[in-house]
């Protein structure tokens, strides 16, 4: 089955700092992959996605790339927030419908 | 607005008790499942449901029964509950024709 390794947390940073959290993933066949983000006392939504290699997910800032030669999906931000502070989740999906996801990375941005 | 609702929110109950956690969803997915979320554990599936009457176990079922009789409600019914079944719980839907999925706010159980 599917499994993801997810760098440990927590990750913390200042306001406007540069962030990348690493996701490796094993799957079979070329699975789809994601990134959620749980804000605290909320549920998990869906922060961007790749469906086939070399594809870049891109939303609010947050970018990934597709890396199929290193079965990587690392989260990259430019300048954080004091709002991106949450916890994140790589997430592939090379089944129908079960997503496997990390174990998650908290994020703490201080101003 | 695409939503998943669950109830209650918060319980604390005792062992031994029977007790439900709906789930709801207006979106007319097919997809439906259950999590359980546990620190440096993160999500596991307990169950899930391709469609009506359809429903399979997940990663950690035991302990966990679900119903799909009606496409909207996927219950998570808790027969005996035992403490190491405190969690923070999430029902999820999907469209089988889609990538998102879609998580209500969660439910935190404490089984004393």
């Known amino acids: 089955g599917d499994s993801v390794t997810q760098m440990e947390g927590p990750v913390t940073l200042s306001e406007e700092a540069f962030l990348t959290i690493n996701c490796t993933y094993t799957a079979t066949g070329y699975p789809s992959l994601f990134w959620y983000v749980q804000y605290p006392g909320e549920g998990l939504q869906l922060l961007l996605k790749?469906?086939?290699?070399?594809d870049k997910g891109s939303n609010k800032g947050f970018e990934a790339t597709y890396r199929k030669e290193t079965t990587s999906f690392h989260l990259e931000k430019g300048s954080v927030q004091v709002s991106d502070s949450a916890v994140y989740f790589c997430?592939?999906?090379?089944?129908?419908?079960?997503?496997?996801f990390g174990k998650g990375t908290m994020l703490l941005v201080s101003p | 607005e695409a939503q998943v609702t669950q109830n209650p929110r918060y319980l604390i109950t005792v062992t031994g008790k029977k007790l439900t956690v709906t789930c709801s969803q207006n979106?007319?997915?097919?997809?439906m499942s259950w999590y359980r979320q546990d620190p440096g554990l993160g999500l596991r599936q307990i169950y899930y449901?391709?469609?009506?009457?359809?429903?399979d176990k997940g990663d950690v079922p035991e302990g966990y029964k679900v119903s799909r009789k009606e496409k909207r409600n996927f219950p998570l019914i808790l027969e005996s509950p035992s403490p190491n079944q405190t969690s923070l719980y999430f029902c999820?839907?999907?469209?089988?024709?889609?990538?998102?999925?879609?998580f209500g706010p969660g439910t935190r159980l404490t089984v004393t």
């Open positions: 449901s391709m469609n009506v009457e359809v429903t």
């Open positions: 979106m007319n997915h097919e997809y």
């Open positions: 997430a592939p999906n090379s089944g129908y419908s079960t997503l496997t």
């Open positions: 999820a839907a999907k469209s089988l024709a889609g990538y998102e999925q879609y």
């Open positions: 790749a469906t086939k290699a070399d």
